[in-house]
């Protein structure tokens, strides 16, 4: 089955550092994924899309790339701030009749001062 | 200007009642959405509804009854509540683009308290 995965683990960095997050997907080979930001109460806010023929997006201090072989999505944060604190999520769209977006489990990332 | 709005924030309700929440998109688009996110931040997909039509019905009780009255409105009634059923719900919205959905415009979510 259509399955995928981010670290559920918290990640914690140093200001100034790059953050990197994971998402891996198995069994199906998503046309584009996503990823969004959730602050604490909250929704989740859309920050970057990638397409399967995009091998990296750039976004201000954001980075995604997409490895199709790897079947894997990785999210950087460049001079991360304590602001950039928050759960990021990927999102793919799962086939099955209509396409639908599927979230991930999210990993919550806390940028230490 | 609020994009995707949702009412109540908050709803504190009895077990076994029946509750409605409301959700309105002022951004123009085809599709509209339901989402569950459980104590585990875990945010699963209930409903779609595009052009008021009902495309994606998840494996979720028929407790739980959405209606789309037209494109930029769509509403969740729940019968029968239960102890599993407090969360947080959020509505979303998109446009469909070719080869599949665009942009995920979410509420700021229902905080659901079942007691």
């Known amino acids: 089955s259509q399955k995928i995965e981010q670290n559920s683990e918290a990640l914690n960095i140093q200001e100034g550092k790059t953050a990197t997050l994971t998402c891996n997907y198995t069994?199906?080979?998503?046309?584009?994924l996503q990823w969004y930001r959730q602050d604490p109460g909250r929704g989740p806010v859309f920050l970057l899309l990638?397409?399967?023929?995009?091998k990296e997006k750039r976004k201000e201090r954001l980075k995604v790339t997409f490895d199709t072989t790897l079947k894997q999505s990785l999210f950087h944060i460049t001079a991360s701030q304590p602001a950039d604190s928050a759960t990021y999520l990927c999102?793919?769209?799962?086939?099955?009749?209509?396409?639908?977006?599927?979230f991930g489990t999210g990993t919550k990332l806390q940028v230490i001062p | 200007d609020t994009a995707v709005s949702q009412t109540p924030k908050y709803l504190v309700t009895q077990m076994g009642n029946d509750k409605s929440i409301k959700c309105e998109q002022n951004l123009g688009h085809d599709t509209m959405y339901w989402y569950k996110q459980d104590s585990k931040k875990f945010l699963k997909i209930m409903f779609s509804y595009n052009n008021k039509e009902l495309i994606i019905n998840e494996t979720v009780p028929n407790r739980f009854s959405p209606k789309s009255p037209d494109k930029a409105h769509l509403n969740l009634h729940i019968n029968s509540l239960e102890l599993g059923d407090s969360a947080v719900y959020f509505c979303?919205?998109?446009?469909?683009?070719?080869?599949?959905?665009?942009?995920?415009?979410f509420g700021p979510g229902t905080r659901l308290t079942v007691l």
């Open positions: 069994n199906y080979s998503p046309a584009y």
């Open positions: 990638i397409r399967e023929n995009e």
């Open positions: 979303a919205s998109s446009q469909e683009v070719a080869g599949g959905q665009d942009t995920q415009y």
């Open positions: 999102a793919l769209p799962i086939s099955g009749g209509y396409q639908k977006v599927t």
